[in-house]
């Protein structure tokens, strides 16, 4: 079935086309908006089929048809922790390990493939699979994923996200990493900082420190691959477990980095909206050790 939006039009739009409310109110994309054109029942406008061209009155009422649309990739049963979950929203805490879509190096076993399955079952077969942001393969964490155009349209580049880290070394207070990030080997992954790159920032706020390391809360401001890995090995301080960049390897085989949290207003309810992940268990228990304690008494956002 698809995602039924109803508006309402008020007296800002009166005389206005229908397509200066979709832009404007609604924030639909382009693309959605022509997808929608194409349907005979993608924009009801009172009751009947509307073109973008239409003028309205205050008082009219919208009525938008998102269609379901299929899976791309196929479901593979995977235990998921479900943080949060909607109609137009899903938020799972990825375990790490665990890639977010398919690659060359990994069909099937991916957060993608785990998600699908979980939709196809039951009551829940509604929605497509639309991450909103990554994480990379080791990094734990909240993951937001839309589960139609209109919600992912809606949230693109509209959500907060707040890290935690175990880096190796010490920290006191807070501050901010502004250092270009580039790609030395078209063929790698690997980054590295350097004038020739795309500008980074990484605020970062230190919580407690012990035997060499830093447990700190992080809030980027630009979204590079990799950025606070990136930074953070740059500084001579790598983050623990990621031998990638020079960090100390653990039995865990990935960097500890977890996103904690998302913020964003809800795409159709408007609510704000905070969604905590609780971090992996072997995460958590050097968090604590590193704050002698104090785990739960540690602030709960930036400064």
Not at 83 to 89: I, M
Not at 146 to 162: F, G, Q
Request: proline fraction near 5%; hydrophobic fraction near 35%; aromatic fraction near 6%.
């Amino acid at each position: 079935m698809p995602r039924r939006l109803e508006f309402k039009i008020g007296k800002e739009y009166d005389g206005r086309k229908v397509v200066h409310f979709l832009r404007g109110e609604a924030q639909l994309s382009v693309r959605l908006i022509t997808k929608l054109k194409q349907l005979e029942d993608g924009i009801m406008l009172n009751g009947n089929h509307a073109r973008t061209i239409d003028i309205l009155k205050a008082g009219d009422f919208i009525c938008l048809n998102i269609p379901q649309e299929g899976h791309t990739v196929e479901g593979l049963e995977f235990p998921l922790e479900i943080l949060f979950e909607d109609a137009d929203l899903l938020v799972v805490n990825k375990p790490p390990g665990l890639p977010i879509h398919p690659t060359r190096k990994h069909q099937g076993n991916t957060l993608a493939n785990a998600v699908a399955w979980y939709l196809e079952q039951g009551e829940k077969a509604a929605g497509s699979f639309r991450a909103l942001g990554r994480l990379d393969k080791g990094t734990s964490g909240a993951v937001v994923c839309a589960l139609n155009r209109y919600a992912a349209s809606r949230l693109d580049s509209k959500i907060k996200k707040t890290y935690l880290a175990i880096v190796g070394g010490v920290y006191e207070g807070e501050g901010t990493v502004d250092i270009p990030i580039y790609r030395p080997d078209p063929i790698r992954t690997k980054r590295a900082c350097g004038p020739t790159g795309e500008r980074a920032v990484t605020h970062w706020r230190a919580l407690a420190a012990k035997d060499g390391m830093t447990l700190m809360r992080i809030r980027l401001e630009t979204g590079r691959t990799h950025q606070i890995r990136v930074h953070f090995a740059h500084l001579g301080t790598p983050l623990v477990g990621d031998d990638m960049y020079g960090g100390k390897k653990t039995d865990q085989g990935h960097q500890f980095l977890h996103c904690e949290s998302q913020e964003f207003d809800h795409p159709v309810t408007g609510e704000k909206l905070t969604i905590r992940a609780p971090m992996p268990r072997a995460m958590e228990d050097l968090a604590r050790h590193i704050s002698g304690g104090l785990f739960e008494s540690l602030p709960q956002d930036m400064a």
